[in-house]
C-alpha cells in the first residue's frame, strides 16, 4: 500500500485496497480541559506552595480593615471576621457592613476567594483552595 506516488500499471483497483484515513490533529487548536475539572496533583502543588495556612481573626469595624483581609488571601490563609460590632440592627451599621463585604469580595474576586457567613456575627472568608 502506497500513501504518496503514482499508482503503477500491474496494481489492482482501489476496490481491494483499504483507505487510509487521516487522524484528526488539533494541534495548538485541541480544546483545553474543562476547567470544572479538579485536578488533584495542581491542587497538591498548589497546597505545598504555601509553606503554612493559618486563620487570622479580627474584628470587622470599617473600611480600614478591607487591606488586612486581602493580604491575609494573598497569603493563603483563612480570615474570621467578627460582625457584631456592624451588627447591631442599625440601618447605618448594616449598610456599613455590606459596603464593607461588597469591597472585600470584590477586591479578593481575582484571587478566587470565598465569602460566607458562618452565623449572625461571625464571616468568613477563604482563599480559593479551601472549599466550603
Known amino acids: 500500500m502506497r500513501l504518496f506516488g503514482r499508482k ?10 483499504t483507505a487510509i484515513t487521516p487522524e ?7 480544546p483545553a480541559v474543562d476547567a470544572l475539572q ?3 496533583t495542581r491542587e497538591c502543588r498548589r497546597l505545598a506552595e504555601l509553606e503554612q495556612i493559618f486563620i487570622r481573626s479580627r474584628v470587622l469595624e ?3 480593615d478591607v487591606p ?11 480570615v474570621l471576621l467578627d460582625i457584631t460590632k456592624l451588627n447591631d440592627g442599625r440601618e447605618q451599621s448594616y449598610l456599613e457592613l455590606k459596603r464593607i463585604v461588597e469591597r472585600i469580595r470584590g477586591e479578593t474576586l481575582s484571587y478566587g476567594a470565598d465569602i460566607a457567613l458562618v452565623n449572625d ?3 468568613i472568608v477563604t482563599p480559593s483552595f479551601v472549599k466550603m
Open 8 to 17: 503503477s500499471s500491474n496494481q489492482s483497483s482501489s476496490s481491494d485496497q
Open 62 to 64: 470599617s473600611l480600614n
Open 38 to 40: 479538579p485536578d488533584p
Open 121 to 123: 456575627g461571625c464571616l
Open 68 to 78: 488586612f483581609v486581602v493580604r491575609e488571601i494573598q497569603k493563603g490563609n483563612i
Open 24 to 30: 484528526k490533529v488539533l494541534g495548538v487548536f485541541s
